[in-house]
């Protein structure tokens, strides 16, 4: 299993700001990704975390707007740049750590609010 | 593409009785997992029960099993002994295989466990 945290766990920005999520995977991971939830709603992919290369964006989000990092196997950010009001949402993290069991962990979340 | 459907968006149980939360998913592949999620109000996200679809066999886990029907697309869970703690709002999840193990969501169930 992974442990997974994020930071922070909410936040409240201005429109037009920019704000960086970080994520930390407690062991190693193979791979890595970043959920965008709608209040009351499903999660949606915004992208693949690659360790070493650009991150592999899902359709409807760009790398301008949701840049990523991923330095090594522990760790990651997202950026979400030039906040709107429509950004507010939940920011999940998750992480797979390999083997037969192909199951997947979430990090706690960060709750964004751009006024 | 493949996509997740829930059909009941809201659902609630007596404690200690039986309930079941339905599922279906659309694909054209053979091979592939389903997985669902539980989401208490704290937010993390937790694995209840995972089901490879090349076994027939349906998975349990406790309280928590499935019945997955291939033919059909269907994957329900049926929670047993329900419990105060399972209120939560519950996501099925599908993951193809080999595709990099991102997971397609439907739009959850939320599940009131009433005393």
């Known amino acids: 299993s992974a442990v997974i945290s994020q930071k922070p766990s909410r936040d409240i920005c201005q429109r037009g700001t920019s704000l960086t999520i970080q994520c930390q995977v407690d062991?190693?991971?193979?791979?890595m990704f970043w959920y965008r939830q709608q209040p009351g709603q499903s999660l949606t992919l915004i992208a693949t975390?690659?360790?070493?290369?650009?991150?592999?964006?899902e359709s409807g989000f760009v790398i301008d707007k949701f840049p990523i990092s991923r330095p090594n196997l522990t760790f990651s950010t997202l950026t979400v740049s030039n906040m709107s009001p429509e950004d507010s949402s939940i920011y999940l993290c998750?992480?797979?750590?390999?083997?037969?069991?192909?199951?997947?962990?979430f990090g706690p979340g960060t709750r964004l609010t751009v006024l | 593409a493949q996509t997740v459907t829930q059909s009941q968006p809201e659902m609630s149980v007596q404690e200690a009785e039986t309930v079941t939360l339905s599922c279906t998913y659309d694909t054209s592949e053979n091979n592939y997992y389903l997985f669902w999620y539980k989401q208490p109000p704290s937010r993390q996200m937790i694995l209840v029960i995972r089901q490879e679809a090349y076994k027939q066999q349906n998975a349990t886990e406790n309280r928590f099993s499935v019945n997955f029907q291939k033919a059909a697309k269907s994957f329900s869970l049926k929670i047993s002994d329900s419990q105060l703690g399972d209120t939560a709002m519950y996501f099925c999840?599908?993951?193809?295989?080999?595709?990099?193990?991102?997971?397609?969501f439907g739009g959850g169930t939320r599940l009131m466990v009433k005393p």
């Open positions: 062991s190693q991971v193979t791979m």
């Open positions: 975390a690659n360790q070493g290369s650009e991150a592999t964006y």
């Open positions: 999840a599908f993951m193809r295989y080999h595709a990099g193990n991102m997971l397609t």
């Open positions: 998750s992480a797979y750590s390999g083997g037969n069991y192909n199951e997947q962990f």
